[in-house]
């Protein structure tokens, strides 16, 4: 008998593990030989990739991600910016009309594979636009690994999105997402979203890439340079170990979500190191525009001192910020922008960002394009909040975010917004998915400050990089660690403020003042409740601030860094109304309002604040 309730006891622990998805992640090891034609952006790749299936689950197919593919007319992407016209990204299209359209033939991108082999033996494969699903020789077992091979061609397309040659700054060749790159698999099934413009996924995996390339170029790229004394830039003393006018560049890394890099013959290469962090290369063309660049090492020192400290360690041994691209876009262990800047905080805030990704993209390595929010959004806080500090505003804020909360709320008033929630590729408008995905993911940090306390909300960012470092957590993971260190129900927040498009709108509806007293009546003209703020100022230059929780909640933010809030009865979300009354007569008080730390997302203003005449 007691054998028998064991037996069924572990079944059903067995069964309850499985419904809930025990974690797990798949381990990927590239090691590829590149040979690359600069004169004619076009390069011959061969890869022998160890998977290691590392799920409760037997695979029978395997994908991979061929995104240069979409840089062609009439590709999925070109679809897509056609049909949003103005609407859609600027920066792939003129005058509402598609630059996807006008590649010329012997520029189009093009990942062509010849051949795919597992274990030595040959599979079937088909290429869907910037997906190619492979047909296994042999199921990959769980807890088993398998080894693919393969060899195949690639044309580097124009310069439209991220990827390409000859940027508009005259970089040769940016490289990213630029290889067949295997596709993420975890409790969600396989990550095979077409590549339409916006985000990507991937798996942890380590690399070993050789590039052979003119040995007039210079690379730089997001890893380690094993062979810096045998190629240009790198080493004062490098002696070129070239053969046939070609250098063989040697580059490792580990534990990283993709391996992007960039060559150019005018690139110059700086490096130093941050106590305490990595050793920071900065690639870039050495001219009248980059000059800017010059000034850039004691921001960047303090910049990843301040994200050590507040977000978490930095791991890897190295970041490179590398001239090229379109714009700015993070990759592992580096990032390629843009290298014309107006001065240093412009700069600055440019490397800030992507560099923020470091932690957000790829240590927290969320699925980017299931939850931009999560990455653009958490990101940008980091952004706003060491930039602060950075470069200190010339009138003070009354917090690092208050222009962020200001932006949003007038987007607001456009009519245009989106949910979050939405896929990252299929916003309908440009500008609704930046609002979606920076903003209000970056005023979700925001305004649970708010809500549970920013001591609360440090100690969350803390946990969450502790505990969910070099994995991928999901918006589940964060939201519960944000309950468990502010005790609060948090849930019906997250709902509102990620699935909906509906806002916060509280006000002051009346104040009436008695000989010892003052009554005031709140109002709830918003569809989202939230907990209230409210303060006073005196005329003898006292603030005193009282905290409305919203019953959601059950518990109650006990202390911010905004000050000290005496606690009042709680406001039932269904009530539209509230009342309090405090003990000041009408000529002790100067102004009376909601939230003057300016951090709660409300969209009319008018109504929030009262000076007493």
């Known amino acids: 008998m007691k054998k028998t309730v064991a037996i069924l006891f572990a079944f059903i622990i067995a069964q309850f593990q499985a419904q809930q998805g025990p974690y797990y992640q798949q381990s990927v090891k590239y090691k590829m030989d590149i040979d690359v034609n600069a004169e004619k952006f076009t390069y011959q790749g061969k890869q022998t990739l160890e998977y290691t299936n590392n799920s409760p689950d037997e695979l029978n197919v395997v994908y991979f991600h061929l995104y240069w593919n979409a840089f062609k007319p009439n590709s999925m992407m070109d679809q897509r910016v056609a049909g949003q ?15 996807l359209a006008s590649i010329p033939k012997d520029q189009e ?7 795919i082999k597992q274990n030595g033996k040959d599979l079937k494969f088909e290429v869907q636009e910037t997906i190619m699903k492979v047909y296994l020789a042999e199921p990959i077992k769980p807890k088993s690994s398998t080894t693919f091979t393969m060899d195949w061609d690639a044309v580097i397309p124009q310069q439209i999105r991220r990827s390409g040659r000859n940027n508009r700054e005259g970089v040769d060749m940016t490289m ?12 969600d099934g396989w990550a095979t979203f077409d590549y339409i413009g916006r985000e990507f996924h991937a798996p942890f995996s380590d690399f070993d890439v050789n590039i052979k390339i003119n040995k007039d170029y210079v690379i730089g790229a997001g890893g380690t340079l ?18 046939k006018n070609k250098a063989t560049w040697k580059w490792t890394a580990k534990n990283i979500l993709d391996f992007a890099w960039a060559a150019d013959r005018d690139y110059i290469v700086k490096s130093f190191d941050v106590p305490q962090g990595p050793k920071v290369f900065l690639v870039y063309q050495n001219n009248e525009k980059t000059k800017v660049w010059e000034q850039a090492q004691p921001y ?14 930095y791991i890897y041994p190295s970041y490179a910020f590398i001239q090229g691209g379109d714009g700015g876009m993070e990759y592992g262990m580096c990032t390629m922008i843009l290298g014309e800047a107006k001065d240093i905080e412009g700069l600055m805030g440019l490397m800030a960002h992507e560099g923020s990704h470091s932690w957000y993209q790829q240590m927290l390595a969320t699925n980017e394009s299931v939850r931009p929010w999560m990455d653009e959004g958490f990101t940008s806080y980091a952004e706003d909040y060491v930039m602060n500090q950075l470069f200190p505003p010339k009138e003070p804020l009354p917090n690092p975010f208050a222009e962020k909360v200001n932006a949003y709320r007038n987007f607001v008033k456009k009519g245009i917004e989106e949910p979050a929630s939405w896929l990252g590729d299929h916003h309908d408008n440009g500008t609704a998915y930046t609002y979606a995905s920076y903003i209000k993911g970056e005023l979700y940090l925001v305004e649970l400050g708010y809500i549970m306390g920013e001591q609360n909300l440090a100690e969350t960012l803390k946990q969450y990089y502790d505990q969910w470092a070099m994995k991928h957590p999901s918006d589940r993971d964060f939201l519960h660690i944000a309950q468990n260190v502010s005790g609060m ?15 916060i709108d509280y006000g002051i509806k009346d104040v009436k003042y008695d000989a010892k007293s003052t009554t005031v009546t709140l109002i709830n003209n918003g569809q989202v409740p939230m907990p209230v703020d409210f303060s006073i100022i005196t005329k003898d230059r006292k603030m005193v601030s009282y905290q409305i929780p ?25 009530q539209k109304e509230y009342t309090l009354t405090i003990p000041y007569s009408k000529d002790q008080l100067s102004v009376l309002g909601i939230d003057f730390s300016q951090r709660l997302a409300d969209v009319n203003m008018e109504n929030n604040f009262v000076e007493v005449p």
């Not at 016209?85 to 630059?99: A, F, H, T």
């Open 226 to 243: 094993e062979n810096p004394s045998e190629v240009k830039g790198y080493d004062a003393g490098a002696k070129i170990k070239a053969e």
């Open 109 to 115: 991108g093009a990942q062509n594979i010849h051949w």
């Open 489 to 503: 129900d948090l849930k019906w927040f997250q709902n509102y403020w990620i699935n909906t498009t509906k806002t």
């Open 550 to 574: 919203v019953n959601l909640t059950h518990t109650w933010k006990e202390k911010d860094v905004y000050g000290d809030f005496k606690t009042m009865p709680y406001w039932p979300w269904t």
């Open 300 to 313: 960047i020192t303090k910049y990843y001192q301040l994200m050590n400290a507040h977000f978490g360690k």
């Open 176 to 187: 990213t997402q630029w290889y067949p790159k295997i596709a993420e698999y975890d409790y």
């Open 85 to 99: 016209g103005k609407n859609g990204d600027s920066r792939l299209q003129k005058d509402g009309i598609s630059r």
